[in-house]
């Protein structure tokens, strides 16, 4: 089951405020590590899967794509891609990637950003995907790390009397499913896997993994959001990249 989260009002205003902050984890980490994966986009059909807010989705018409879609589950975000971002190549839609019908092989770039976690169904998401890619097409994809969805909702970080962490508390990580937790309001929901049902799903599709990042921090970004400093001792984030051969 899919929640449509973003669509919390509640949720949505206090998410929007971490958003416009520039010190964030995505403008000083994903974000970044993101980028330098993109491929030419140059006369390509691009595909932005849970654009949220559309800064992605207008980056790669700013790039030289031909033609970029966002989608969203969530209406919020829609309407406010809409309001940030118009170009005549540049279609941002309200729809579940799950329920969008997409021609094969119609796509050269797959990009999403922090959103695949929130999807039940990996395999029949990356199978979709798969087909929609054209012919040597990229996939580029973000999502919260196997290793910090795994305990998600429970304790995190471990700390001394002190108040000094000790060590990242690390468990449930072969049980994959649900999730939930309190992130800004209760009950918000995701998916954990395991690294190798991330990775196997996409090559048993026949996806060829061209690269993979677990971001580490900047110093200069450290300096601009001290909390980054735990990036040192293990990940928040995995970003895929592969190609349909
Ligand atoms: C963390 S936000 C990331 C937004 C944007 N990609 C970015 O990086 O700024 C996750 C987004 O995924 C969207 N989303 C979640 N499930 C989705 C689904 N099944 N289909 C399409 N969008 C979805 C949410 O509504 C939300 O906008």
């Given at each position: 089951?899919?929640?449509?989260?973003?669509?919390?009002?509640?949720?949505?205003?206090?998410?929007?405020?971490?958003?416009?902050?520039?010190?964030?984890?995505?403008?000083?980490?994903?974000?970044?590590?993101?980028?330098?994966?993109?491929?030419?986009?140059?006369?390509?059909?691009?595909?932005?899967?849970?654009?949220?807010?559309?800064?992605?989705?207008?980056?790669?018409?700013?790039?030289?794509?031909?033609?970029?879609?966002?989608?969203?589950?969530?209406?919020?975000?829609?309407?406010?891609?809409?309001?940030?971002?118009?170009?005549?190549?540049?279609?941002?839609?309200n729809i579940a990637f799950e329920d969008m019908n997409i021609q094969n092989d119609s796509i050269d770039f797959i990009s999403s950003s922090l959103v695949f976690h929130y999807i039940e169904d990996f395999q029949l998401l990356i199978k979709k995907i798969s087909t929609a890619l054209s012919d040597e097409g990229t996939l580029l994809f973000s999502i919260e790390h196997p290793i910090v969805t795994a305990n998600k909702g429970s304790v995190d970080w471990v700390s001394n009397r002190e108040g000094n962490l000790l060590h990242f508390a690390i468990d449930r990580y072969q049980e994959e499913g649900l999730r939930s937790q309190n992130w800004l309001v209760d009950n918000v929901m995701m998916y954990h896997r395991t690294l190798s049902t991330i990775i196997n799903t996409l090559i048993e599709v026949g996806l060829q993994i061209e690269k993979i990042i677990e971001p580490i921090p900047t110093i200069e970004a450290v300096k601009n959001l001290p909390g980054l400093n735990k990036e040192f001792r293990r990940p928040s984030f995995l970003i895929v990249k592969a190609r349909k051969i």
């Open positions: 089951m899919n929640q449509n989260i973003y669509d919390n009002n509640e949720f949505f205003r206090q998410y929007e405020a971490i958003r416009v902050r520039e010190n964030n984890y995505n403008n000083l980490l994903e974000q970044p590590n993101f980028l330098t994966l993109i491929p030419n986009l140059e006369e390509k059909v691009v595909l932005d899967i849970g654009c949220g807010m559309g800064d992605f989705a207008a980056y790669c018409i700013g790039q030289g794509a031909n033609y970029v879609t966002g989608i969203d589950i969530s209406l919020n975000m829609i309407s406010e891609a809409k309001k940030r971002h118009s170009h005549e190549h540049l279609t941002f839609t």
